[in-house]
């Protein structure tokens, strides 16, 4: 199964190009600027690099959010087209449960995905690898960082990834202590979308384009206006 994965939620923007689980290739590019500017010729780039068109793909995988609310509907709009087109389903992916991923086989188990929100919040969660799974210990969502990080095991190592790390560093070690561990991976997780994205299709979990909906966790700011 080939899958185009896509990532926009953060600036840490990626697409990836797998077959099934293997990955055939990805462009990367960290970047507070448009996505519309890019996207398109990253794909077309990437796709036609492996001797394919996109028409050759099984199906979509996308980063659903939290995070950019412009930056997601970019992302979605254009999985959408796709999806739409090629009548092909989407796995929608969350930016967090992707991110924590990324560190599912390192030495400490609890994993803290941390996405600065703005306006003084962050989309967190902690998760705890078990095996090839990740258990969702705290939920998903938006939190003001002290009631999250006031819920945190501060008896066990536990380890952060996402863009909200350095934003709220200094706070993370006065709850965690020497307890709080800082990963050194990139940000990038088309790659890691596009893993979790191919189990969920190969289960025919997949939505329609029609059916694919953004994971928010709170209301924009033109939805907070109304």
């Not at 796709?82 to 188990?109: E, I, M, N, Y």
């Not at 002290?146 to 996402?162: A, E, M, W, Y």
Request: cysteine-free; overall charge positive; hydrophobic content about 40%.
């Amino acid at each position: 199964m080939r899958v185009l994965a896509l990532d926009t939620t953060t600036g840490s923007g990626s697409v990836a190009l797998l077959e099934k689980t293997r990955l055939l290739g990805e462009i990367s590019a960290e970047s507070s600027g448009s996505y519309s500017a890019r996207l398109l010729s990253s794909v077309d780039f990437l796709v036609r690099a492996n001797s394919l068109k996109i028409e050759d793909m099984d199906g979509f995988a996308v980063a659903a959010g939290p995070g950019s609310f412009t930056g997601i509907r970019i992302g979605l709009s254009t999985i959408k087209a796709f999806a739409f087109a090629l009548g092909k389903q989407v796995a929608p992916v969350s930016t967090l449960l992707a991110l924590a991923s990324k560190l599912k086989d390192s030495p400490s188990r609890l994993i803290s995905p941390l996405v600065d929100a703005k306006k003084g919040e962050i989309y967190a969660a902690l998760f705890e690898s078990r095996g090839e799974g990740l258990d969702e210990v705290i939920p998903q969502g938006a939190y003001a960082p002290d009631k999250f990080f006031s819920q945190l095991p501060t008896h066990r190592n536990i380890t952060f990834i996402g863009n909200g790390v350095e934003v709220y560093r200094e706070k993370i070690l006065a709850y965690l202590k020497d307890k709080a561990r800082f990963s050194s991976r990139s940000l990038f997780i088309a790659y890691e979308v596009g893993v979790l994205g191919h189990e969920i299709l190969k289960k025919g979990r997949g939505v329609s384009g029609e059916e694919l909906q953004p994971i928010y966790f709170r209301k924009s700011q033109a939805e907070e206006k109304k």
